[in-house]
């Protein structure tokens, strides 16, 4: 029989990406979003990957147990692409988990700019924390304890990037002193789920990750923000077809290779393969010392490829592959963003079988093909 999973979050970049992934390996998917942050224009294009569209419910994690209409929600315009039917109005989360006897959860429902979680830190903290919380009591209450938790590389404590002594990440480094309150909604999340684990039998694969990039390979699929781009990528990309005029260079007095900021960036298409390794990691069956009782586990992976790119170099990738100018223009430093921000992805690589395989050429290239359509 096919295994259950809920997906929250799923209408975004990387949850449409994992709906079809799933999907795809036979696993049935069960989808839930608010639209606060994406459209139903994804089931659109899931469809002509999949033919069929997965189940969706408009699930806002904020309602869970008395959903508010969409039109209240200022969403109605967002309905246009799909027929109404197709859509599970109105339905609280835990109807959902009645009507379904999940095997896991995974959880991508989240507000995830940076610069809005400085802006509205209180808004952060309610939808991403007080709102995962109540996810969490209703996988309690339908005994649902395995759980991909979606995290962040802003975890780490800001120190530990800023010590040139440690030149990447590794999981067990200091996880504190976030730079800003989105980080600060992950980690304090990671440790919720670490008790969850220790005290109430959650099985957890806690991904942290940073910069995914390109798009579905059957290119129905990819990263397009219908407003100003956060990431580095559609940034440069709308700036490449003359959508956008100029990209923003946040000053360059950076300690790096050209004063500008490192990232690491990783294609979606590896992120999902190490989904799906740390997924059959968590539910291959575990020795269990303690017999017939439940044992919980919480396994930290950093996804990453282990590349530092600055934001010239990425600059000069994308000119290259699109021969294109990419215009762009030095703007004042932005108070949280850290020189250079990389992990160590040795332990997926150990323990998982897993390493990110595409060049960043290769993934600039398809993404071109997206955006010069
Ligand atoms: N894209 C990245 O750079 C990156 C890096 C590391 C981790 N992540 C994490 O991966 C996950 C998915 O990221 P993404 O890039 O696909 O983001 P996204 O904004 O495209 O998707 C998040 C989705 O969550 C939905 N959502 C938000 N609050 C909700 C609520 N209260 N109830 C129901 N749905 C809600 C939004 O409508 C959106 O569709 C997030 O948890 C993010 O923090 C992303």
């Not at 969706?56 to 969403?75: A, C, H, I, K, M």
């Not at 109540?134 to 962040?152: A, G, H, Q, R």
């Not at 930290?300 to 530092?308: M, Q």
């Amino acid at each position: 029989m096919k295994k259950t999973i809920l997906i929250t979050g799923w209408t975004g970049y990387i949850g449409s990406h994992w709906v079809v992934a799933f999907e795809q390996a036979w696993y049935k998917t069960v989808i839930v979003d608010n639209l606060v942050n994406s459209s139903l224009k994804s089931l659109d294009w899931i469809e002509k990957i999949l033919w069929y569209k997965p189940d969706f419910y408009n699930v806002d994690l904020r309602t869970s147990l008395q959903p508010s209409p969409l039109e209240e929600r200022g969403q109605v315009e967002k309905i246009n692409y799909i027929d109404w039917k197709e859509v599970k109005w109105n339905f609280s989360l835990e109807e959902v988990f009645k009507k379904y006897g999940f095997d896991w959860v995974i959880h991508f429902a989240w507000l995830k700019a940076v610069w809005e979680s400085c802006e509205k830190p209180l808004e952060y903290f309610d939808n991403n924390i007080v709102w995962t919380i109540k996810l969490f009591e209703v996988m309690e209450k339908f005994w649902v304890k395995n759980i991909i938790f979606s995290s962040s590389a802003t975890v780490y404590d800001s120190r530990v990037y800023e010590d040139k002594n440690f030149s990447w990440a590794v999981e067990t480094d200091l996880t504190w002193n976030t730079t800003n309150p989105y980080g600060t909604t992950k980690f304090i999340t990671e440790q919720i789920l670490r008790d969850l684990s220790s005290f109430s039998g959650f099985r957890v694969a806690n991904l942290r990750y940073f910069n995914p990039i390109w798009a579905h390979e059957s290119w129905v699929i990819w990263e397009d923000p219908a407003w100003i781009p956060n990431n580095l990528l559609p940034y440069i990309m709308k700036v490449a077809t003359w959508e956008l005029e100029k990209l923003k260079v946040f000053w360059w007095d950076y300690p790096t290779i050209d004063w500008t900021w490192v990232r690491d960036y990783i294609d979606v298409v590896d992120l999902i393969e190490g989904h799906l390794k740390s997924y059959e990691k968590i539910t291959s069956p575990q020795p269990s010392p303690l017999g017939e009782r439940e044992q919980g586990q919480f396994e930290v992976y950093n996804l990453w490829v282990g590349r530092g790119i600055s934001v010239l170099e990425m600059v000069e990738v994308a000119r290259k592959v699109t021969w294109k100018e990419i215009s762009y223009e030095i703007v004042e430093r932005r108070s949280w963003d850290l020189a250079e921000v990389y992990c160590n992805p040795n332990k997926a690589k150990k323990e998982l079988n897993w390493e990110a395989k595409i060049s960043l050429e290769d993934s600039l290239k398809n993404s071109w093909k997206f955006y010069n359509k």
